[in-house]
């Protein structure tokens, strides 16, 4: 039996670390990792950018993972891929999903005050958080957070808040954590929901999202 490829895209300045945890049948996956790309420009197309990323993906029909900002981008890369599916995690599937801070960001421009040098140069910062909490929260931004070219981050960040999304991608599925506080619950229509589920879920409930994962690739 020929394998499903699965290609996985990390969230906003993240690694392939993200995706660790995971576990899928080896006897019918192959797991492949998309890593983000150097904008050839701060004004990009978010379009001509998921292009691009399209151009690692070898395999015919198929499966896109993306979590959070790597959720839209999967959603951009299945306008151009013949793909099995798309499923976004911990992500969004139109503009309107987005909190209102996202939408006031974007006629604003708040979204340039994005503190996208703390996350370039994390280790500068990290004497100025305090307390237990804040310091395990560090670490693992450390650990994670490992894609920190300046003009990337400026890129996503400007890509994330402009994006608007028209399309109905009847392949897409959305798999979204009750207690996300990025991207509230309450904001998302249509999707699987995991009970207790934060942002990082791809991280703290791997082993659930697997299951789930491959329950949609075999129904």
Known sequence: MKKIAIYL????????????????????????????????AIDENISEYAMRMCEDVKAKKPVLIGVSFGGIMAQEMGKYLDAKKVIIISSVK?????????????????????????????????????????KKRVHVYKKYLSVRNPLYLNWSINAMVQWEQKENNKNRVHIHGTKDQVFPIKNIENCIKVLGGSHVMIITKAKKLSKIIEGILTS
């Open 9 to 40: 895209i990390p969230g906003l300045a993240a690694g392939p670390e993200i995706f660790e945890n995971l576990k899928f049948s080896k006897d019918s996956y192959e797991v492949r990792h998309l890593q983000w790309k150097t904008p050839i």
């Open 94 to 134: 139109h503009h309107y999903e987005l909190p209102k801070r996202f939408q006031m960001m974007k006629f604003t421009k708040a979204y340039k005050l994005f503190p996208a040098k703390i996350i370039a140069n994390i280790e500068e910062y990290e004497k100025y958080f305090f307390g237990k909490s804040l």
